[in-house]
């Protein structure tokens, strides 16, 4: 009989992001080269209800269920960093559905 080898292809992509709670609006304000994240966030910041909007919001954008996201860093902060489960080659594309998300003031 023989065994099959399992290939782990996803890695996490981790994105920094600075996060201003009680906005009028959930949107993406800045990307910088370094892929750091500015956002604005349409909920309060008690009780987990501004990480739940930022992980709702992003996951929408990426078309990707929420089990693949997690904030790894930040949970009561407003710099957080969030884990994305993704497969390596769709990382840049990823980057770039954010990117085209940004709205200016």
């Not at 992509?13 to 990307?31: D, F, G, S, Y």
């Amino acid at each position: 009989m023989s065994k099959k080898t399992i290939v782990n292809k996803t890695a996490n992509l981790l994105l920094n992001i600075h996060v201003r709670p009680n906005a009028k609006t959930t949107a993406i304000r800045e990307i910088n080269s370094n892929n750091e994240i500015r956002m604005d966030i349409a909920a309060d910041a008690q009780d987990g209800k501004a990480n739940h909007e930022l992980i709702s919001y992003i996951k929408s954008i990426l078309k990707i269920p929420s089990n693949q996201l997690e904030i790894i860093h930040g949970h009561k902060q407003r710099d957080k960093v969030l884990s994305i489960s993704i497969a390596d080659d769709n990382q840049s594309d990823l980057i770039e559905r954010l990117r085209s998300e940004i709205q200016l003031k």
